[in-house]
């Protein structure tokens, strides 16, 4: 089942055009191939469909295309008579067996192997086939659902993907928009994460985000989206010692510093959660002015190295131009020969 703790969550309008497409899909009994950046929540989109299909009370089946080798999933999904390789000491029935009636998810479809390719598009074309080391057709009625944050049309067009599978695949696409393309998105999972984890750590209350976490969390590109939102906000929580406060310390990265090689010259923008080692005091409006004041320091130290190129500094800083011109603006920095 999913994890109950990273819904299918959002207003944004991206958002919510992705979900009416999920909705208008799920009816129909065709393959579906699901797009997403790793994540953004594709499994979820797959248990969706399936719950609101008629075949909801049927099995729903995942397996990833990834985690096995190409005879072991081929045995996996297709089952294997006894004998059929070494170890198989008695029939097995696979995935597609198991499935019959309801739907069968492949995530990481991209990585298959060729020969498991060859089969499943057998069986999606026809609803048959064999088990590894059996000749006697096998007959199924399975949705196959699939998801990849690959470029399948690109791997199509080099062979590296067959183009006949994927056009069984996509009878339809879901594209899942990334978390730094929905708007007002990372507001509402945090709180939605937060509250979770406060219970989980027996706090009678979430106190919310103080204005400077809000703006990390903003800010931050998401390289991982959801999935990554949901770790920064449950580790931030888990090492706040105030609790009965609101949560001021984003912790974006869990892994200690660590000293640049020999003959390099040390990172110029620390993690943007981290307030400046002095010149604050313990109040709490004081911090507040010492977070934006350095904030808008590091943004003058990445415009003065990038020579006043924008997309230049946003590299520096690890930020979407976009977010950039954000935070430049919130700041009034930048001048008119910034570009």
Known sequence: MPDPA??????APTFRAMLAEVSRLAPLARPVLILGERGTGKELVASRLA???PRWERPFLKLNCAALGESLLEAELFGHEAGAFTGALRRRAGRFEAADGGTLFLDEIAL???AVQER????IEYGSFERLGSSLPLSVDVRVLAATNADLPALAAAGRFRADLLD????DVIAIPPLRNREGDVRLLAEHFAARMAAELGRPYFAGFAPQA???LESHPWPGNVRELRNVVERSLARDETPERPLRVIRLDPFPARAAPAGTAPASTPPAS???AGGGTSDGGDFSAAVAAFEADLLRQALVAARYNRRAAALRLG????QLRHLLKRHRLGGRHAR
Do not use: N
Not at 319 to 322: E, Q, R
């Open 168 to 171: 069984r695949l996509a009878f």
């Open 112 to 114: 298959a192997p060729a």
């Open 214 to 216: 809000l703006a990390v």
């Open 120 to 123: 499943l598009l057998r069986v």
């Open 274 to 276: 981290t307030p400046p």
């Open 51 to 53: 719950l609101l299909s």
């Open 6 to 11: 990273s819904p299918l969550l959002g207003e």
């Open 319 to 322: 930020l979407g131009y976009d």
